[in-house]
């Protein structure tokens, strides 16, 4: 069955500290893994997308990795600040041609606090 | 910058009603999805377009209906709401290539009552 699981479902962190996010996928065939960040009210916003040969990406604080072997992929957020609050989703495409689709994780719920 | 609108931030509407919830994008994307969003349920596909009056049932595509007679619009319509499809809509679009990324509207809160 083709699925993605996140973890931890919430993560409370102090301000200024790192945190590390977890996906594992079980979606096959693979071609890329996405993580999205969406804040209360609002629809998710692309933070990075990771293909087969990359093993890890960066955009500013956030930095993505990806074990293609061990179908795992994290996503590291270095030195917080109170806007990174918000819950963040790992999607896995599946399907090929006009019936690709999107799996998604239930998402990590994070917390940064002053 | 690419765009999505929905047509309503809020709405409120009630049980047997008729709803159209209206979508539209601007970057020429093929594909065009509806989302819904509950707690502890991630967000779930009710239908994907590909193309103009091209239309895939989703996950959950029961008490739904979609319309695609343009490539920058789609419609969702609950065709007699009830109090259970009160939740979080959210429209994206997307190219058709396998990296294309999905932009997403600001989604639509939607309360049956």
């Known amino acids: 069955k083709n699925q993605v699981e996140q973890s931890p479902q919430s993560l409370i962190i102090l301000e200024g500290k790192n945190c590390t996010l977890q996906?594992?996928?079980?979606?096959?065939?693979?071609?890329?893994l996405r993580w999205y960040k969406q804040d209360t009210g609002r629809g998710p916003v692309s933070l990075t997308i990771?293909?087969?040969?990359?093993n890890t990406k960066s955009n500013g604080r956030y930095t993505a990795t990806l074990d293609a072997d061990t179908k795992q992929s994290s996503l590291h957020i270095t030195a917080s600040q109170l806007s990174d609050s918000a819950s963040y989703i790992c999607v896995v495409p599946f399907g090929a041609g006009n019936n690709r689709k999107l799996i998604w994780g239930l998402g990590t719920s994070l917390a940064v606090n002053p | 910058d690419v765009k999505v609108t929905q047509s309503s931030r809020y709405l409120v509407k009630r049980t047997g009603e008729k709803v159209f919830l209206e979508c539209v994008q601007d970057m020429d994307h093929e594909n065009m999805f509806w989302y819904r969003q509950d707690p502890g349920l991630g967000l779930r596909l009710i239908y994907f377009s590909y193309d103009v009056k091209m239309k895939e049932k989703g996950d959950i595509p029961e008490g739904y209906s979609v319309s695609r007679e343009k490539k920058e619009r789609f419609s969702l319509i609950l065709e007699s709401a009830s109090t259970n499809q009160t939740s979080m809509y959210l429209c994206?679009?997307?190219?058709?290539?396998?990296?294309?990324?999905?932009?997403f509207g600001q989604g639509t809160r939607l309360t049956v009552v």
């Open positions: 994206a679009s997307s190219f058709r290539e396998a990296r294309s990324e999905a932009f």
């Open positions: 990771m293909t087969f040969s990359e």
């Open positions: 996906c594992n996928y079980t979606v096959s065939p693979f071609s890329n």
